[in-house]
């Protein structure tokens, strides 16, 4: 009777070992998702920053593959704000998904609890 007990508690163990790994990986992936888009977010701020201080007639021009496109002021500070809305909404989600994987590891690692609670209870 032992042995199917056993068998079911190494079987869980294996699943849960597998599943901690991936999901280490994946929140290792999501935190390095997360640094990258706060250098970009804090990249077109320090940007827009410095883009504020100038002259509205400057001649500022928007790269585009390999070429420059003069752009005026307006869009140029629009794209910089648009750009850290977006990187902002990502950090979240990311955010949001690494605290998902975190919990249902935690809940994973609960259940094997309980099962080694009832094994020895019998």
Do not use: C, W
């Amino acid at each position: 009777m032992a042995a199917p007990v056993d068998l079911e508690l190494k079987k869980a163990f294996t699943e849960l070992q597998a599943k901690v790994m991936d999901t280490q990986q994946k929140v290792k992936l999501a935190d390095l998702q997360i640094e990258q888009l706060s250098k970009t977010k804090k990249h077109a701020h320090l940007t827009d920053t410095e883009v504020m201080m100038l002259v509205d007639e400057t001649r500022m021009y928007e790269g585009v593959g390999r070429m420059f496109i003069l752009q005026p002021k307006g869009v140029i500070h629009n794209q910089l704000l648009e750009k850290q809305r977006i990187a902002e909404e990502k950090i979240k989600e990311l955010e949001q998904k690494k605290l998902y994987l975190e919990r249902s590891v935690k809940e994973a690692e609960d259940n094997i609890r309980e099962m080694l609670m009832a094994r020895r209870a019998q």
